[in-house]
């Protein structure tokens, strides 16, 4: 079973930047798409980045230019570069994988998330 492991978040006053990491176990001969998502306290929970498993990338308007998702395959690593951050942004933010491909789980798995935290 896949096993996603988020870390790297933490406090930062706005205009400042992150870096989350996912490191990630488990993997098996099939598909991964990655992506992260965010919840803010008392809100449903957004996306916020996509990587298909070829590379392609995907942002929501609300952080197009400010985030990017990207991966070290030999580390079983995702990352979300995060600049020109402001206090909208503080939320927990997870790591997740759908696992795809002929004979693979069809499952999605998530991570326990990491806090960001942004003062104005």
């Known amino acids: 079973q896949v096993r996603l492991v988020e870390s790297g978040g933490g406090s930062v006053q706005a205009g400042g930047s992150l870096r989350l990491s996912c490191a990630g176990s488990?993997?098996?001969?099939?598909?991964?798409?990655m992506a992260w998502y965010r919840q803010a306290l008392g809100k449903e929970r957004e996306f916020v980045s996509f990587?298909?498993?070829?590379?392609?990338?995907s942002y929501p308007d609300s952080v197009k230019g400010r985030f990017t998702i990207s991966r070290d395959t030999a580390k079983n690593t995702v990352y979300l570069q995060m600049n020109s951050l402001q206090p909208e942004d503080t939320a927990m933010y997870y790591c997740?994988?759908?696992?795809?491909?002929?004979?693979?789980?069809?499952?999605?798995?998530w991570g326990q998330g990491t806090q960001v935290t942004v003062s104005s």
């Open positions: 488990g993997y098996k001969a099939c598909r991964y798409d």
């Open positions: 990587m298909y498993s070829d590379g392609t990338t």
């Open positions: 997740q994988t759908f696992e795809g491909g002929s004979g693979c789980s069809a499952k999605s798995y």
